[in-house]
């Protein structure tokens, strides 16, 4: 399970962790499929994204 956590300006860091994470997978090795997996979206009483928590889904 990976949790992301959001403060003052979520779509600036939410820009930042995709580009990074973008980087990231590109020295990877290919996988041969993506998993399954949920995700949940948490939002502050004000309607920001507070987190997002992605859990892959279990092997058959």
């Given at each position: 399970m990976?949790?992301?956590?959001?403060?003052?300006?979520p779509v600036a860091?939410?820009?930042?962790?995709?580009t990074t994470l973008?980087?990231?997978l590109r020295e990877q090795d290919p996988p041969e499929?993506?998993?399954p997996a949920s995700?949940?979206?948490?939002y502050t009483?004000?309607?920001a994204l507070k987190s997002v928590t992605v859990v892959?889904?279990?092997g058959d």
């Open positions: 990976a949790t992301v956590t959001f403060t003052d300006d860091e939410a820009r930042a962790l995709a973008a980087l990231w499929a993506a998993p995700v949940k979206f948490a009483e004000a309607g892959l889904a279990e």
